[in-house]
């Protein structure tokens, strides 16, 4: 089955400073991959997501890009704000079914 | 749309005691999925639903547990027995459609704590 390995676990940064956070996935057919944020005490909900057809997607101060060759995706988030502070989530999914695999999380801490 | 609804939010059983976990999916939604989320182990997908039908268990951790979903508005998880390793937050999510890639949606979870 698929296997997702997320780098760092724990990532410090000052407000105003990018964050990046790195996932691999082992699965070759996997085609799909969101990034989830789960903020302390709640639900986590997706942020960004990108299909395996695209190398590059961007939202405001969130980007993410997908090497399909390496197998790996990152997470950008730039000029960082108190509020960024969460744990971030990557997953992968393919076809052969609905579920996604987790990575197994980055905690961002974004210093004022 | 009042989103995925989850109860209890809270509970709090002894050692032995049978816990039930209740969801609601999104009206819609066509897939359900139950997530356990600890400090150790992370976020674990325990076992997933397509319009009704279990698809995948190979999470569901022992014979303890068992999920059930008898129709679209509803699903359950059930321990019995409870086992202090049991305590963690278990997410239910819904997404509308099996095979593309739709957004899932979680619950707020229900915190479980066994003594």
């Known amino acids: 089955g698929e296997n997702v390995e997320q780098h760092p676990s724990t990532l410090s940064v000052q407000e105003g400073d990018s964050a990046v956070i790195k996932c691999t996935y082992s699965?070759?057919?996997?085609?799909?991959f969101p990034w989830y944020k789960q903020e302390l005490g709640k639900r986590p909900q997706l942020i960004i997501d990108?299909?395996?057809?695209?190398g590059e997607k961007k939202d405001q101060r969130i980007a993410v890009t997908l090497n399909k060759t390496a197998k790996h995706f990152s997470l950008h988030i730039t000029e960082t704000q108190p509020e960024d502070s969460a744990v971030y989530f990557c997953?992968?999914?393919?076809?052969?079914?609905?579920?996604?695999?987790f990575g197994g999380g980055t905690r961002l801490m974004v210093k004022p | 749309d009042a989103g995925v609804i989850q109860s209890p939010r809270h509970e709090v059983t002894e050692m032995g005691q049978e816990v039930t976990l209740r969801c609601k999916p999104i009206?819609?939604?066509?897939?359900l999925f139950w997530y356990r989320q600890t400090m150790m182990r992370g976020l674990e997908l325990l076992i997933y639903f397509n319009n009704n039908v279990p698809i995948d268990d190979s999470g569901m951790p022992e014979d303890r547990f068992s999920a059930k979903m008898p129709n679209a508005s509803f699903s359950t998880l059930k321990i019995q027995p409870s086992e202090p390793r049991d305590s963690a937050v278990y997410f239910c999510a819904s997404s509308p459609q099996a095979g593309v890639e739709y957004e899932q949606y979680f619950g707020p979870g229900t915190r479980l704590t066994v003594t």
């Open positions: 990108i299909r395996s057809n695209v």
């Open positions: 699965d070759s057919a996997s085609n799909y």
């Open positions: 997953a992968a999914r393919n076809n052969a079914g609905n579920m996604l695999t």
């Open positions: 009206s819609g939604h066509n897939s």
